[in-house]
């Protein structure tokens, strides 16, 4: 196996939206040991379609490699054909009830943002449908969809607590939203809608984020989920590669210093360009960022060796706010959560009497092994 510094570097390029002409004509190439220590990261990351994608016509690939990774883009590709399905149904139904919706990430973003239905694996199926639509359209995929509800969530915890609903169908999840942050950021449900526009994919007439605002929301997502895995910096990557000419840089920082977002989101497309080679301005990819590279540390060394502990983490990575009181905000809240995050936390019906033990052993579990799918709660 290489140096682990080499390793390293070439797990990242290969993650790559596309690989630049500096690699493709020679840059190093992973060996044997290297392989066997990329495979499972790329599964673990959710980039084993970009990987394959970046490497199949090497001829220094081996075989059993070639196979491996050939295997994750179909996997990958069957299962996006399916959720493709699936999300043009509910598109279609929201339509004919006329409520207004913008798919998100996924599928979608797999074929309209990288152009392959096999690179960018889909788990949940995510809409947005502004607050007032929100009951109608959880009615209308409850009757005509044959959505129901996840139990054990309270709607009123979610509502007070989160920023989407959760829906299941046979294998299918649905993620109904309202805004697209929570916690750590006010933003009004409306601002996610300003500047939105009409783009034709699958034959449909669909609504997408402002490029600016798709940034947000993938930056955001991104923390939340303490920076992992991996193929969520990707879609980063791949946003900036995408729309980049389209992006106002300038807006963008203007909205992210409203919303004191600022210093994360700088952070992340530092991150995006040093990692994966995203394409930014050049005055964000040298400005100064404090703390850049202790931070960036934490955030690879989660890619390369998985997270555990997110509380602690996520504790750390408070210190991109924008401010010192919304640093020993965020703190003060992961201590002691209001009751609704509490409960979602710790899966606790609303009306539970070891609410108020888990209030008293929170300080405690947060310092142990802590593997909730949502990182970020």
Same mark, same amino acid.
């Given at each position: 196996m290489s140096?682990?510094?080499?390793?390293?570097?070439l797990?990242?390029q290969l993650?790559?939206p596309?690989l630049?002409?500096?690699m493709q004509?020679? %840059?190093a190439?992973?060996n044997?040991?290297?392989w066997?220590?990329?495979?499972?990261l790329a599964?673990?990351n959710?980039v084993?379609?970009?990987i394959y994608?970046n490497t199949?016509?090497?001829?220094?690939?081996?075989?059993?490699?070639r196979t491996?990774l050939?295997?994750g883009?179909?996997?990958? %590709?069957?299962?996006n054909?399916d959720?493709l399905?699936?999300t043009?149904?509910i598109?279609?139904?929201l339509?004919a009830?006329?409520?207004?919706a913008i798919?998100?990430k996924?599928?979608?973003a797999?074929e309209m *943002?990288?152009?392959?239905?096999?690179?960018?694996p889909?788990?949940d *199926?995510?809409i947005?449908?502004?607050?007032?639509d929100?009951?109608d359209?959880?009615?209308v995929?409850?009757a005509?969809a044959?959505?129901s509800s996840?139990p054990g969530?309270?709607?009123?915890?979610?509502?007070?607590a989160?920023y989407?609903?959760?829906?299941?169908k046979n294998q299918?999840?649905?993620?109904?939203?309202?805004?697209l942050t929570?916690?750590?950021f006010?933003?009004e449900?409306e601002?996610?809608?300003q500047?939105?526009? %009409?783009v034709e994919w699958?034959g449909?007439?669909?609504?997408?984020?402002?490029p600016?605002?798709?940034l947000?929301?993938?930056?955001f997502r991104?923390?939340?989920?303490?920076?992992y895995?991996?193929?969520?910096l990707v879609l980063?990557a791949g946003?900036?590669?995408?729309?980049?000419?389209?992006?106002?840089?300038?807006r963008?920082?203007?909205?992210?210093s409203r919303?004191?977002?600022?210093?994360?989101?700088i952070?992340?497309?530092q991150?995006a360009?040093?990692?994966l =080679?995203a394409?930014i301005?050049a005055?964000l990819?040298?400005?100064?960022?404090?703390?850049?590279?202790?931070?960036?540390k934490?955030?690879?060394s989660?890619?390369l060796h998985?997270?555990?502990?997110?509380?602690?983490?996520?504790m750390?990575?408070t =210190?991109?706010l924008?401010?010192?009181? =919304?640093?020993?905000? =965020?703190?003060f809240g992961?201590l002691?959560p209001d009751?609704?995050?509490l409960?979602l936390?710790?899966?606790?019906p609303?009306d539970s009497?070891?609410?108020?033990?888990?209030?008293l052993?929170?300080p405690v579990?947060l310092?142990?092994k802590?593997t909730?799918?949502d990182a970020?709660q």
């Amino acid at each position: 196996m290489s140096e682990p510094a080499l390793f390293e570097q070439l797990f990242f390029q290969l993650s790559r939206p596309e690989l630049n002409r500096g690699m493709q004509e020679g %840059t190093a190439v992973p060996n044997e040991g290297d392989w066997a220590a990329i495979l499972p990261l790329a599964t673990s990351n959710g980039v084993a379609g970009f990987i394959y994608r970046n490497t199949k016509e090497l001829d220094a690939l081996p075989e059993d490699v070639r196979t491996a990774l050939q295997d994750g883009y179909r996997r990958t %590709t069957f299962r996006n054909l399916d959720q493709l399905g699936e999300t043009v149904k509910i598109l279609k139904i929201l339509a004919a009830n006329r409520i207004k919706a913008i798919p998100l990430k996924g599928v979608v973003a797999s074929e309209m *943002i990288f152009d392959d239905l096999g690179v960018y694996p889909s788990s949940d *199926i995510d809409i947005l449908v502004h607050p007032e639509d929100l009951d109608d359209a959880k009615q209308v995929l409850q009757a005509q969809a044959g959505y129901s509800s996840v139990p054990g969530r309270s709607e009123e915890d979610l509502q007070g607590a989160h920023y989407h609903y959760i829906l299941h169908k046979n294998q299918y999840l649905l993620e109904l939203h309202w805004n697209l942050t929570k916690r750590y950021f006010k933003v009004e449900p409306e601002f996610w809608w300003q500047g939105s526009r %009409t783009v034709e994919w699958r034959g449909l007439e669909i609504l997408e984020l402002a490029p600016e605002k798709y940034l947000m929301y993938a930056v955001f997502r991104l923390f939340d989920h303490c920076f992992y895995p991996l193929r969520f910096l990707v879609l980063i990557a791949g946003l900036v590669e995408r729309y980049g000419s389209e992006i106002c840089w300038d807006r963008l920082l203007e909205d992210c210093s409203r919303l004191n977002m600022r210093r994360l989101v700088i952070f992340t497309l530092q991150l995006a360009h040093e990692l994966l =080679a995203a394409e930014i301005p050049a005055e964000l990819a040298e400005r100064h960022s404090p703390g850049y590279s202790g931070l960036k540390k934490l955030c690879r060394s989660g890619m390369l060796h998985g997270i555990e502990r997110q509380h602690l983490r996520m504790m750390c990575y408070t =210190a991109l706010l924008d401010s010192p009181a =919304a640093v020993a905000a =965020a703190l003060f809240g992961r201590l002691i959560p209001d009751r609704g995050e509490l409960c979602l936390r710790y899966n606790l019906p609303s009306d539970s009497p070891q609410i108020f033990l888990y209030y008293l052993m929170n300080p405690v579990l947060l310092f142990l092994k802590h593997t909730d799918k949502d990182a970020g709660q």
